[in-house]
């Protein structure tokens, strides 16, 4: 028996201008798994005594994921993952894509052993084979600063690149404990829109891609504008509009809805005006009698990893 002990990181997607297309990678919070091989075949799950997630793994996102990744390698051995969930389901900061990016990077580093490994593109199609059971969708916003780690672009075709970040950039992530399913946060989404909100947001893009790779952290927080999705969403959040004058006051440079929500992004230029930010929206959530969790933190560069 061979184990192998993986953690994989929250990630924030969309970033207000790439719907669907931009994902970035958190240094905290971070999901942890533990993976060891046994004779045979197929995957067991092991899950905490209070867990409500599905115990059977191919309605389980990290079980999809590695039988998944395990087809693609032949099916060498049989996997138990023992998971442990510390980003909660449903929090817009890719609970499932860490448990799908975990349970893929695991089985390949158990694969490892006996000389056999995925490519790149085969480990995300095996976390997208996870990630669709929770969300309906094959969208690697989440999934590729999962894996791969850093500030991620994914394009029509499914192809990620990395972009740089900018230097000095901080984030406050606000976590109000309620639930938004990313299924039915879709629904109230519009099926067209005007073609001059397209081509506002097209150009921000432009502009956002522009300053990282500029090194420009004002740029970058300029163009996160969220013109597409952010209107109809801001309403399921809790105290929305009051959090952000709330972190705009505190020094946020700019901030939106976090994936499907119901967690939110601030930006910040400097580790204090993040702390700043932090204590600021803890005040509204404690004003508006809401439970939450709130991370203070930065990006991340790397991606799952076996520790």
């Not at 061979?2 to 990181?9: C, F, S, T």
């Not at 099916?75 to 349970?103: C, D, L, Q, R, T």
């Not at 000389?115 to 590729?144: M, Y």
Request: hydrophobic content about 40%.
């Amino acid at each position: 028996m061979n184990q192998v002990e993986v953690i994989a990181p929250a990630t924030v997607a969309n970033l207000n201008v790439g719907f669907d297309t931009l994902g970035l990678a958190l240094n905290s919070p971070s999901e942890r798994m533990i993976l060891r091989t046994f004779e045979g075949n197929g995957v067991r799950l092991i899950l905490e005594p209070d867990s409500n997630l599905p115990r059977e793994a191919e309605l389980n996102v990290a079980g999809k994921a590695a039988i998944s990744a395990l087809h693609k390698l032949g099916g060498p051995f049989g996997v138990e993952i023992e998971i442990y969930k510390s980003i909660m389901p449903g929090s817009g900061i890719g609970s499932s894509a860490a448990s799908a990016v975990a349970a893929v990077v695991g089985v390949c580093e158990l694969a490892k052993l006996i000389d056999r490994d995925l490519s790149e593109i085969e480990r995300l199609e095996s976390a997208l084979d996870g990630e669709q059971i929770a969300s309906g969708s094959r969208h690697a916003d989440n999934i590729a600063p999962a894996l791969f780690g850093g500030l991620c672009l994914i394009d029509p075709d499914g192809v990620s690149s990395k972009l740089p970040v900018p230097d000095g950039l901080h984030l406050v992530v606000l976590h109000p404990q309620v639930v938004i399913e990313t299924a039915k946060s879709r629904e109230v989404l519009p099926s067209t829109v005007l073609l001059q909100d397209a081509i506002h947001a097209s150009a921000w893009m432009g502009r956002f891609v522009q300053s990282c790779y500029t090194n420009d952290l004002e740029g970058f927080s300029t163009s996160l504008k969220d013109l597409l999705v952010g209107p109809y969403r801001k309403s399921q959040l809790p105290a929305y509009d009051k959090c952000e004058l709330a972190a705009k006051n505190a020094g946020a440079l700019t901030g939106g809805i976090s994936g499907s929500g119901p967690s939110s992004f601030w930006v910040a230029n400097s580790k204090d005006k993040a702390n700043a930010i932090s204590k600021a929206l803890e005040v509204v959530m404690t004003t508006e009698s809401v439970d939450y969790n709130i991370h203070v933190t930065t990006a991340s560069n790397i991606g799952a990893h076996a520790v």
